[in-house]
């Protein structure tokens, strides 16, 4: 069973930068592919940035490209999402999810397991 904690989260001013992590335990996120998901009240999770497994290839939602940036350390078995100039729109909680398939998916449902997500306010 694959347990994974987010943390980073906080209140940051328009325009400034916050780090999440996802550590794992019970597994190796070297042999997941790792996503991360917002969600924003009366919302459903979306993804927003990834890693593959296999290739260690990142993905970004458009919205996204050229702000954040996603990594992982398999020393640590963490993955982190770096947001810089973070916008309003940028609120929300934020969630890390592995899933064992190669592919990375926008589907909440090809993930197998999530943590407990992390709060980001962004204020103007």
């Known amino acids: 069973q694959v347990q994974l904690v987010e943390s980073g989260g906080g209140l940051v001013q328009a325009g400034g930068s916050l780090r999440l992590s996802c550590a794992a335990s019970g597994g190796t996120i070297s042999t997941y592919s790792m996503g991360w998901f917002r969600q924003t009240p009366g919302k459903g999770r979306e993804i927003v940035a990834g890693?593959?497994?296999?290739?260690?290839?990142?993905y970004y939602v458009d919205y996204v490209k050229g702000r954040f940036t996603v990594s992982r350390d398999n020393a640590k078995n963490t993955v982190y999402l770096q947001m810089n100039s973070l916008n309003p729109e940028d609120t929300a909680v934020y969630y890390c999810a592995a899933s064992r398939s190669p592919y990375l998916s926008s589907s909440t449902s090809s993930y197998d397991y999530w943590g407990q997500g992390t709060q980001v306010t962004v204020s103007s």
């Open positions: 890693i593959r497994w296999h290739s260690g290839s990142p």
